[in-house]
């Protein structure tokens, strides 16, 4: 039997736990702060705190690859694990690794995060459009073929961004663009009422970006990973001023401001639950 879409699989998520999509990043400053050595034994104690905290509570669980691949091929393992754990408990994954290459490579990540036998699968993955969006296809079919889910980096939430996402190609932006695509990729899902397998992301820091680029995300029917809230200083107070009226698409990510009332199981779940129902009273 298939599995539900992404988009209908993550929206009854968003309505049982809440819009929230916690995220999983060991920083080495975590771990410390956490008395954890900062070696793969603390990277792993850190890794199964956070599933055990956060599995079966909310709505998406976001490990950050780069905090797992820094420990060599042994973190990666970890991180597989928490991938695999995640989905024994039936909690949603997006694994942020923000891949992003020419077609024939796309196919192989692909097949490695997206597909029934990879080995890093997760529900869904962030991925780069800078190689431009037609070469993300790979990626965009298996998971419409596998009931998975892409995020594609649209508005992301760092100062650095609008120097390339604001740039214009004929009289469009670059981020205006990536939304044309997603929604031309989501357009069935769309025309049902679901939410697509396409996401995007844009961050909570943006400002007024969404409205002054014109960037129609209600009706792309794309999922709104908005990452951006607490360490790099949005609140969920920003949300509706940022996103208008695709507000209701919106799945904002926590990190570090989640993680760091740790080592406590009860604290993050807690820290958790506080993030979600403000974001929930918020939206
Ligand atoms: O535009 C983007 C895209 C991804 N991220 C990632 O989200 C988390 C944010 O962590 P905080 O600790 O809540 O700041 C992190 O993994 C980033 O790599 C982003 O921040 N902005």
């Known amino acids: ?167 214009e190609a004929n009289g469009r932006s670059v981020a205006a663009a990536v939304v044309d695509g997603a929604a031309a990729d989501n357009a069935q899902a769309a025309a049902r009422g679901e939410l697509g397998h396409v996401g995007l992301v844009v961050g909570a820091t943006v400002g007024d970006a969404v409205a002054r680029l014109g960037l129609g995300l209600a009706a792309s029917a794309a999922p709104l990973l908005a990452p951006g809230l607490g360490a790099q200083g949005a609140g969920p107070g920003d949300l509706r001023a940022v996103f208008g009226d695709a507000v209701g698409n919106v799945l904002p990510n926590v990190s570090r401001s989640v993680l760091s009332a740790g080592p406590s199981v009860q604290a993050l779940a807690a820290a958790a639950a506080r993030d979600a129902e403000s974001v929930r009273a918020a939206l």
């Open 1 to 167: 039997m298939s599995p539900d879409p992404f988009g209908v699989r993550l929206r009854a998520a968003m309505d049982t736990h809440g819009p929230l999509c916690v995220g999983i990043d060991p920083h080495a400053a975590l771990l410390r702060a956490w008395g954890l050595p900062v070696d793969l034994s603390g990277l792993e104690r850190f890794a199964m705190t956070c599933v055990e905290a956060f599995a079966g509570r909310v709505a998406v669980v976001k490990p950050q690859s780069a905090f797992f691949e820094v420990f060599g091929s042994r973190g990666v393992a970890v991180l597989e694990r928490v991938l695999g754990d995640l989905r024994d408990a039936g909690t949603l994954t997006i694994l942020d690794a923000k891949r992003g290459d020419i077609g024939s490579t796309m196919e192989a990540y692909a097949q490695a995060f997206l597909s029934d036998e990879g080995p890093g699968r997760a529900d869904a993955l962030t991925v780069s459009p800078f190689l431009g969006y037609g070469s993300l296809r790979p990626a965009l079919d298996v998971a419409a073929a596998t009931g998975r889910g892409v995020f594609v980096l649209a508005l992301t939430s760092n100062p650095e961004g609008p120097q390339v996402q604001h740039a």
